[in-house]
């Protein structure tokens, strides 16, 4: 049963975004952005935080970014995932984690966006993509996947997007850079 509701993450907010972020051992199946790194990623403009709040309290939130560049075209970021509730199993049909990416798929289409980036420890990528398929919000089908890259542990990335989707720091493991585009989609279309 549904409780919550989904919404962009009022300023009001922020503490609570950072201590659910801050309380977080491991996101994407990797060790978490440092706070320092964190604070200094959170002052970028385009970032959206998209929340599943439950009687007026931030359960989970997803942070989104938008882009635009000659080589990739437009496309938006998932930078984070961060929720109260993730324990040992992870689950899109879980309302506070599964609408709040729904969600964030509305919000970049509804602006024009149709492909996105982000990382995954490679060795959760499997599970990851048997639980996205598996999904109930809708949208499993529409994006076809691709996976770019895999960045090994404790290296940094040739390409800057990469680096930021690690969240500009070296990670313990190897991180996998994926890609999803809306099937049908020219990312380079729109930059005529």
């Not at 989970?60 to 938006?76: A, D, N, T, V």
């Not at 984070?80 to 309302?95: A, D």
Request: hydrophobic fraction near 35%; glycine fraction near 6%.
């Amino acid at each position: 049963m549904i409780t919550g509701h989904v919404q962009i993450v009022p300023d009001v907010y922020n503490d609570y975004c950072n201590a659910i972020m801050l309380s977080q051992t491991r996101i994407g199946g990797t060790k978490p952005t440092s706070p320092i790194k964190f604070r200094e990623i959170q002052n970028a403009s385009s970032i959206i935080k998209i929340g599943y709040f439950e009687s007026n309290d931030l359960i989970s939130w997803i942070e989104i970014s938008f882009h635009q560049s000659i080589m990739r075209g437009k496309f938006w970021a998932i930078s984070g995932l961060y929720s109260t509730r993730i324990g040992q199993v992870f689950s899109f049909n879980r309302p506070e984690i599964g609408l709040t990416i729904k969600h964030a798929f509305e919000v970049a289409e509804k602006q024009g966006y149709f492909q996105y980036f982000y990382c995954i420890s490679e060795k959760l990528e499997r599970v990851y993509e048997r639980q996205w398929k598996k999904n109930q919000w809708g949208f499993n089908n529409r994006y076809d996947l691709i996976t770019l890259d895999v960045v090994p542990a404790n290296t940094k990335p040739t390409y800057e997007l990469y680096w930021r989707l690690m969240g500009q720091e070296l990670k313990p493991d190897n991180i996998a850079i994926k890609s999803r585009i809306l099937k049908g989609y020219d990312p380079f279309k729109t930059l005529q």
